[in-house]
């Protein structure tokens, strides 16, 4: 296991009365989630783009229109929701579908998580953090909407072990980690325990809550 803490730009460390915005990024199985789950568990407010996809796919009528028109009824599970395997198999052998299913869902996970942090930002009492767990950030110039940036990685083989998609083709459209953890203002290398991570972003939080 390795830690990397950078110093980070002027522009992050200035502090309001918002929540301080984070943004966790990295490669397929390389533990974001995890320690997504980690900064909640220190106080911080969190939310993934996984789960606005997930409500964007059961709520966005607009959304689910597009992706059945697109992709065909075949899409839609017997209870009528939008089968993600379904769609996973159809775009992910197919780089224009990729792309137009990327160009559709990105832009409305951007205006939600950014509605998200508005709204903490008017609460009486906001919380210090708000995390986004973020996997294209930098892929899509994502990071300037954040304070900070967090990337976690992992070795090929520990990747592999956690997830059954890894090697479905969609790395390689992936900025390489070493560029990640080179623009990154936090990286971890996640080949331990979730004790080990736990305790890296403890770490993160402790520093942050340090800033003037």
């Given at each position: 296991m390795s830690l990397s803490?950078?110093?980070?730009?002027?522009?992050a460390a200035s502090k309001s009365a918002r929540p301080l915005a984070v943004a966790i990024t990295g490669g397929i199985g390389a533990g974001k989630?995890?320690?997504?789950?980690?900064?909640?568990r220190h106080g911080a407010a969190t939310v993934s783009s996984d789960e606005i996809v997930h409500e964007l796919l059961r709520e966005d009528d607009e959304v689910r229109?597009?992706?059945?028109?697109r992709l065909g009824t075949g899409i839609v599970s017997d209870d009528g929701e939008i089968d993600r395997s379904a769609v996973a198999e159809?775009?992910?052998v197919d780089r224009?579908?990729?792309t137009w299913l990327e160009e559709l869902l990105h832009p409305r996970v951007t205006r939600e998580y950014l509605l998200w942090r508005e709204r903490l930002a008017e609460c009486a009492d906001p919380?210090?953090?708000?995390?986004?767990?973020?996997?294209?950030?930098?892929?899509v110039g994502?990071?300037?909407?954040?304070?900070?940036?967090?990337?976690?990685?992992?070795?090929?083989?520990?990747?592999?072990a956690r997830t059954s998609v890894a090697a479905d083709g969609r790395e390689t459209r992936l900025l390489p980690d070493?560029?990640?953890?080179?623009?990154?203002?936090?990286?971890?290398v996640n080949d331990g325990s979730l004790d080990e991570l736990d305790g890296f972003v403890a770490t993160v939080v402790d520093q942050l809550s340090r800033r003037p």
């Open positions: 803490l950078a110093t980070t730009s002027a522009a989630s995890a320690a997504l789950a980690a900064f909640a229109g597009a992706l059945v028109e159809l775009v992910f224009a579908q990729l919380p210090a953090l708000c995390v986004t767990e973020v996997p294209l950030l930098y892929e994502g990071e300037a909407r954040f304070d900070v940036v967090v990337v976690v990685t992992a070795p090929p083989e520990e990747r592999a070493e560029e990640k953890v080179r623009r990154a203002d936090f990286a971890y």
